[in-house]
């Protein structure tokens, strides 16, 4: 997937390698205004971005960033999925005047029925933004979570994402198994809800603090 | 005559003259910076614009200390209970104003976590619009404290605790 | 008698605390003295921010960017108008981006008078803040009769800036590159050679540069630790390609070397400013964007060089003119992390000087 499109080299090789090394796990990828996001399987994740630390280079983890796909995900018709793929965190969308010929290389079409696209969208997504100091690039690799379903804490590999998980588990509510101190950063320890949720109004609900 | 069309003593009259006089020209601040109006308020106690000329250059650090309460910035329902236990700390007479929009009434966050307006905690003097207020606007809403403490009654509280010390 | 229970105590500072820099509060254990634990509690001044620009247009969001990092508020404006105009394919004309990166310089030079306003007050040495903020007075000067504001400014827009540059403000601007080198002399005076000043940064509140890369340390913190680290000369956004600049990079990582750093990154500030005003192109001052702007499902991050360090954002657009969700990636965030391991072992009282070279603003913390 992606053959010859990427056109910063650091960025192509550590994706040529992690799909060679984790061919099961990566699930698609796209590219596009010099970035390149990659989505991969939720077990995966430790080992993924492991590689992407000590073998492909990636030293810094900008950020960690969570998502609600609740407005995203189809009304419960199949058909409805590629209105939702973009939004389900794929592709990147392209500048202006751009082509989609990153996208006509990739197994996963944008339009038609494969393995990725057959799974029902999930509730959140979580998107892990790296950087690589100095040939300065940058790579987003991110996973999907369903309701409930909790995923690996990222710490043991870069601790930069100690807050940023304790953030999303604030304001989401995600489980991050293995983190050394999950609670809440912002709200205080009582308050009920998760308000970056979209079925969380903007007001907030009575009986908060 | 106080306004309200009471006759005062005029002994008293003239020793609240006196002490609002002094009070109003000695008003220590209590400047709780909570967020971007703490900036302005700050820029106002540095030396272009020098809130010292009216007497209130000494910020005080505790709220044991000070006499007016400026609430300068967002109010969060976190940080509501700390600014009604500040308040509570201040000794009497004291005085609050509410700098900013936030303080006024929430400012630009209708959110969850912003109390909307800092009068439902604590009760407010004067209020100061802007956001954040220019520190000419933090002035102007100070002499207006001042005029509103000039026309107090202070002696009043001697023979009535709970009296409200301005019409 | 004192018994073996007393040795270790616990200390609180804040949310209400003249040197903490905003509403943060420290849970401090200290033995003796010497601090054991440093555990900031946020959250005092969370607005909810992300989840209130959910509901407003992309054009609605760039005030409310303002009151992030509020000392800062046009870099603010800077990270998003970039990170939108990125997402929705806007060429900002070549004017717009100098007169951009003349803003964000005037900012950033705002920005660091205050801290070292602050970090000086902090320290004990009142008359920096003074002098810090009369020498930011003219800044401030410049961007109210630019833009209207002095603090929280909105001096950038979707494709451009607001204004023009007037004959005016060009003359406020060169007389400010005129008079600033004596302000920042002048606080060097202060502060260089002063043996208080050394006592109390020399040594303190060191952090090794594997750990500050680690921990995600940017900005002139990561600078301070041996990291030539500036995303202006790495991933230049905006024209800065266009410009010369030094990189100030020193390696002992304590107070001490991050306050040389802010006081050279002023210096090449003015130097930017002083180019990007000399070689100003002609053009429009803003691209034509439409009042409804609408973006096609995508999703985006840019981050740039703010004061304070790597400010970043993720734009997931879905075709409305709202946006889905926009994270803000906090420099200063991601920075207070690092407090605890700095200020390890040092005193109780070298606590105040840490959070001060820090440079940290709650508005950005807290979101």
């Not at chain 3, 008359?127 to 903020?133: A, D, I, K, M, N």
């Not at chain 3, 009369?134 to 001096?155: K, M, N, V």
Request: with cysteine; aromatic share 8%; net charge negative.
């Amino acid at each position: 997937m992606l053959d010859g499109q990427i056109d910063v080299a650091p960025v192509a090789q550590a994706f040529e390698r992690l799909r060679d090394r984790f061919p099961e796990s990566v699930l698609d990828a796209s590219y596009a205004g010099r970035e390149l996001a990659v989505r991969v399987r939720r077990e995966d994740i430790i080992p993924v971005l492991r590689f992407l630390k000590h073998e492909a280079g990636f030293n810094s983890l900008t950020d960690v960033v969570g998502i609600d796909n609740l407005k995203s995900l189809p009304t419960g018709r199949a058909g409805d999925a590629p209105a939702s793929r973009g939004a389900a965190g794929a592709a990147p969308s392209l500048p202006a005047g751009r082509t989609v010929e990153a996208t006509a290389a990739l197994p996963v079409s944008q339009k038609g029925e494969t393995t990725a696209a057959s799974e029902p969208p999930k509730r959140f997504s979580i998107l892990y933004q790296l950087y690589r100091f100095p040939e300065a690039c940058r790579i987003r690799i991110s996973v999907d979570l369903a309701e409930a379903e909790p995923v690996d804490s990222v710490v043991p590999v870069y601790r930069a994402a100690d807050w940023a998980e304790r953030e999303i588990f604030d304001m989401f509510g995600i489980d991050f198994t293995g983190h050394p101190d999950l609670r809440r950063i912002y709200l205080p320890d009582e308050f009920e809800g998760f308000p970056l949720r979209k079925d969380f109004p903007l007001e907030g609900k009575t009986g908060g603090v | 005559m106080t306004e309200s069309g009471e006759r005062h003593p005029f002994l008293l009259a003239k020793l609240d003259e006196l002490i609002s006089w002094s009070q109003k020209n000695s008003l220590w601040p209590f400047g709780s910076g909570l967020a971007c109006c703490a900036i302005e308020m700050i820029a106002t106690a540095a030396a272009k614009y020098d809130i010292s000329r009216f007497g209130m250059e000494l910020f005080r650090a505790s709220p044991r200390q000070a006499d007016v309460f400026i609430v300068a910035g967002t109010v969060t329902n976190k940080m509501a209970p700390v600014v009604r236990r500040l308040w509570e700390q201040m000794p009497d007479p004291k005085w609050v104003v509410a700098m900013g929009n936030c303080a006024v009434s929430g400012g630009p966050f209708p959110t969850y976590a912003v109390l909307q307006g800092v009068d439902k905690i604590i009760p407010v003097d004067v209020y100061i619009a802007g956001c954040p207020p220019t520190p000419q606007g933090l002035l102007h809403g100070l002499i207006t404290l001042q005029n509103q403490i000039a026309r107090s009654h202070p002696t009043l509280e001697i023979f009535d605790r709970d009296a409200r010390r301005t019409d | 008698m004192a018994s073996k229970a007393f040795k270790e105590i616990d200390l609180n500072m804040g949310p209400q605390h003249p040197s903490t820099h905003g509403v943060l509060r420290l849970k401090v254990s200290i033995d003796n003295e010497v601090v054991l634990h440093v555990e900031p509690v946020l959250g005092y001044l969370h607005r909810g921010m992300e989840k209130l620009w959910e509901s407003q247009t992309y054009h609605q969001i760039i005030p409310l960017t303002d009151r992030l990092d509020y000392l800062a508020s046009l870099s603010n404006n800077l990270g998003y108008c970039l990170t939108v105009e990125k997402l929705a394919g806007i060429e900002v004309p070549k004017r717009a981006q100098y007169i951009r990166v003349i803003l964000a310089e005037l900012q950033r030079l705002a920005s660091h008078l205050a801290w070292i306003g602050f970090m000086a007050n902090d320290v004990g040495a009142m008359t920096v803040l003074l002098y810090g903020f009369e020498a930011r007075e003219s800044f401030l000067d410049i961007f109210e009769t630019y833009a209207g504001g002095r603090l929280t400014i909105h001096g950038m827009r979707l494709g451009g800036v607001p204004f023009d540059l007037d004959e005016t403000v060009i003359g406020m601007i060169r007389k400010v590159l005129e008079t600033t080198p004596k302000w920042i002399a002048d606080i060097e005076g202060l502060l260089t050679d002063n043996r208080i000043w050394r006592h109390r940064t020399e040594g303190i509140g060191i952090i090794p540069q594997s750990d500050a890369l680690e921990n995600g340390l940017t900005g002139p913190c990561l600078r301070a630790a041996g990291m030539a680290w500036d995303l202006r000369r790495d991933l230049p956004y905006s024209s800065y390609e266009d410009f010369d600049f030094d990189i100030p990079v020193r390696t002992a990582s304590d107070v001490l070397d991050r306050y040389f750093v802010r006081m050279e990154e002023m210096r090449q500030s003015l130097r930017i400013v002083r180019q990007a005003l000399d070689r100003l192109p002609a053009g429009e001052h803003i691209a034509k964007v439409p009042r409804t702007l609408r973006i096609p499902p995508g999703e985006i991050y840019h981050s740039i060089e703010a004061p304070k360090g790597e400010l970043g954002f993720f734009i997931r657009s879905n075709g409305t003119d709202k946006p889905e969700r926009v994270k803000m990636r906090s420099p200063s965030f991601i920075n207070l992390m690092s407090l605890e391991q700095m200020c390890k072992g040092n005193l109780f009282s070298d606590i105040v000087g840490v959070l001060g070279s820090l440079d940290i603003v709650l508005g950005e913390i807290d979101k």
